[in-house]
C-alpha cells in the first residue's frame, strides 16, 4: 500500500551527526506506525526508533537520548535525527511503515531500500 525512500546515510566521525528522512507515497494516511530499523554486519535487523499516527515515540535503549524520531503534518516524510554517532552505531538504516487499510484485510508492513551509515574516524 506504501512505498518508501530513505535517504541521508553516510560516512561521518565519532561524535559527529547526521538526519535521515523517508518519504513515503501510495496510501499514507492508512499508516499506523513508522520507524526505523539498522542492520549491522553479522547481526539481526533490530528497531531503532518508532512514532504512531499520534505522535508517540520509542527509542532502543542504545540510542536514546541521542536520536529523534519525528514525522510531518502530511504523514509523508519520517526522519530520525542521529547525534553523538559512535562506531556501534554503523548499520544500514531502514525505513518501515505498518498500516492496515480495511478491517478484512491483513496489516501491511512496507520496507524502504535502506541507506548506509558508518561513523568512523
Known amino acids: 500500500q506504501v512505498q518508501l525512500v530513505e535517504s541521508g546515510g553516510g560516512l561521518v566521525q565519532p561524535g559527529g551527526s547526521l538526519r535521515l528522512s523517508c518519504v513515503a507515497s501510495?496510501?499514507?494516511?492508512?499508516?499506523?506506525?513508522m520507524g526505523w530499523y539498522r542492520q549491522a554486519p553479522g547481526k539481526e535487523r533490530e528497531l531503532v526508533a518508532s512514532?504512531?499516527?499520534?505522535?508517540?515515540?520509542n527509542y532502543v535503549d542504545s540510542v536514546k537520548s541521542r536520536f529523534t524520531i519525528s514525522g510531518d503534518n502530511a504523514k509523508d516524510r519520517v526522519y530520525l535525527q542521529m547525534n553523538s554517532l559512535k562506531p556501534e552505531d554503523t548499520a544500514v538504516y531502514y525505513c518501515?511503515?505498518?498500516?492496515?487499510?480495511?478491517?478484512?484485510?491483513?496489516?501491511?508492513?512496507?520496507w524502504g531500500q535502506g541507506t548506509q551509515v558508518t561513523v568512523s574516524s
Open positions: 518501515n511503515a505498518k498500516g492496515r487499510t480495511v478491517y478484512y484485510r491483513p496489516p501491511y508492513n512496507s
Open positions: 501510495g496510501n499514507i494516511f492508512s499508516i499506523n506506525v
Open positions: 512514532i504512531t499516527s499520534g505522535g508517540d515515540t
